[in-house]
T-cell receptor, first 114, second 112 residues
């Protein structure tokens, strides 16, 4: 089974801090994704990457950046955390973009910005 | 722009009853996915529907896809408490990236 691991389950950060959320997958998937999940809004795509060093903006990229230096690792960066970035962040990977098997998700990081 | 709508957003049902969750989407797609999320947990893949008329069943859950109507349904038969969770549908956006667009989710609470 594909395993997608997010390094932290819970994080509390201060406004203005630079925050790194890490995600690692172990099945050599080409594609990786970062979503945020908020009540009543479902999952919204922040950024995705279809290859090492390649990235594309999703629907809500403002205030975020990403890094993919190695195939297995995809990092989400909050350049200057704000309280409206308090959310659950979910990382996912897939062999194919929107492919036959969908995505495999990590366990999520609940970030609180105070 | 692809939009995905689920209804209802919240469903409270009694054990033993049947019900259906609906997923409508706004533009053509041939890929639809259903996920389950337990409180505080991540998303677990339930079904992948890849063609018009596709029907898949697992236990008390059955999912179907009508690409002409741009509609998928998740039918629950004789609900049990263990099915309490949030259910999401997601649709492939098509094009070069074909990323998944998620609905807002349906919170299902099965009461004894």
């Amino acid at each position: 089974d594909v395993k997608v691991t997010q390094s932290s389950r819970y994080l509390v950060k201060r406004t203005g801090e630079k925050v790194f959320l890490e995600c690692v997958q172990d099945m050599d998937h080409e594609n990786m994704f970062w979503y945020r999940q908020d009540p009543g809004l479902g999952l919204r795509l922040i950024y995705f990457s279809y290859d090492v060093k390649m990235k594309e903006k999703g629907d809500i990229p403002e205030g975020y950046s990403v890094s993919r230096e190695k195939k297995e690792r995809f990092s989400l960066i909050l350049e200057s955390a704000s309280t409206n970035q308090t959310s659950m962040y979910l990382c996912a990977s897939s062999l194919y973009l929107g492919g036959r098997n969908g995505y495999t998700f990590g366990s999520g990081t609940r970030l609180t910005v105070v | 722009e692809l939009k995905v709508e689920q209804n209802p957003l919240f469903l409270s049902m009694q054990e033993g009853k049947n019900y259906t969750i609906y997923c409508n989407y706004s533009t053509t797609s041939d890929r639809l996915y259903w996920y389950r999320q337990d409180p505080g947990k991540s998303l677990e893949s339930l079904f992948v529907l890849l063609s018009n008329g596709a029907v898949k069943q697992e236990g008390r859950l059955m999912a179907s896809l009508d690409t002409k109507a741009r509609l998928s349904t998740l039918h629950i038969t004789a609900a049990v408490h263990d099915l309490s969770a949030t259910y999401f549908c997601a649709v492939g956006s098509g094009g070069a990236t074909n990323k998944l667009i998620f609905g807002t989710g349906t919170l299902l609470a099965v009461q004894p």
